[in-house]
């Protein structure tokens, strides 16, 4: 109790100095009856209080890619916002969402799940494209953090990108089982551990595009070229063996050569994949297992 009483004086004190109105008695109903933790509360919130006012502020800057399709005469630009990372969660969608509620609630960006699932909140983050769910804030405060749409993309409104040719490109691939047997049981097909484990590193892609916005190749041919994504998922198809129709799922990938015959392994898609899958190496064994399957002489003229 004595000790409760001193830090009261002490607090009081402190507040007097720095020109704080004298600290007013707070009621908390739940204790009522029970004044040792009444003051205890009471201490407690004053000194959260305090503790509060004291932590440094550290402010970071984000320079934000804005355009409005209401105003189609001005161009884009960015946008700067401060932000204190004392009361800011660890992500950049962290980060997003502060300025949204407590500064611009006229900036755009997709976001679900918050958790590196859904692929909604890709954009390209300090030259890297990723999801801002996953990508930790940078804690340097001496430089900005810039923030702009995935790269070569029609911009909709700020970061939101349009991904109907994306979609349209993985629809074409037919990201389904195809098969004309029925189960045995007559309720799922069923495949061994060590089947079930090709489909590794291959089935979790999360449709983000952050591979292929960054593929070069992509960027000069999206109405030929596939793209990393889409064909990724090709070739979880093709490597599945409850699939009856590999060599047709191939057969309509190369009968344009330009779908995935424009990959020059050039990688970019393997470096920024936010999940760490590798669709360069699938796109490589997708081309070998296709040239195995022809003629030495067409494969010479390839």
């Known amino acids: 109790m004595l000790r409760s009483s001193f830090l009261r004086r002490g607090y009081n004190k402190v507040a007097g100095i720095f020109g704080r109105a004298e600290a007013k008695k707070q009621d908390f109903p739940v204790l009522e009856g029970h004044p040792a933790a009444q003051e205890s509360a009471e201490v407690a919130l004053e000194s959260r209080v305090t503790v509060k006012d004291n932590v440094k502020k550290v402010m970071k800057e984000f ?21 204190d990372l004392s009361e800011c969660g660890p992500m950049v969608l962290d980060a997003l969402q502060k300025i949204k509620a407590e500064n611009d609630s006229s900036l755009s960006y997709r976001r679900s799940c918050r958790e590196g699932i859904c692929g909604s909140c890709a954009m390209n983050i300090g030259g890297t494209n990723t999801v801002a769910c996953l990508k930790p804030i940078d804690g340097d405060t001496s430089k900005p953090t810039i923030i702009t749409p995935l790269p070569h993309m029609f911009v909709i409104k700020d970061v939101v990108v349009d991904l109907t040719n ?15 047997m029925v189960p045995k049981d007559g309720r799922e097909y069923r495949q061994s551990p060590a089947d079930r484990k090709k489909l590794d590193g291959l089935y979790e892609c999360i449709l983000c595009a952050c591979c292929t916005t960054s593929c070069p190749s992509y960027w000069w041919n999206p109405e030929e070229y596939l793209g990393p994504a889409a064909l990724l998922h090709a070739y979880r198809w093709i490597c599945d063996s409850r699939d009856e129709l590999t060599e047709e799922r191939l057969q309509a990938l190369t009968e344009d050569e330009r ?5 020059r392994a050039i990688k970019n898609c393997t470096a920024t994949c936010p999940k760490r899958l590798d669709p360069a190496d699938a796109i490589h064994k997708m081309k070998t297992k296709h040239m195995l399957s022809q003629p030495m002489e067409m494969v010479e003229s390839m």
């Open 166 to 180: 994306f979609y349209q490109q993985y629809k074409s691939i037919e990201p389904w089982l195809k098969t004309n």
């Open 63 to 83: 320079r934000i890619y804005r355009w409005n399709p209401d105003r189609p005469d001005s161009k884009p630009f960015l946008q700067s916002y401060h932000v």
């Open 259 to 263: 779908k995935l015959y424009r990959c």
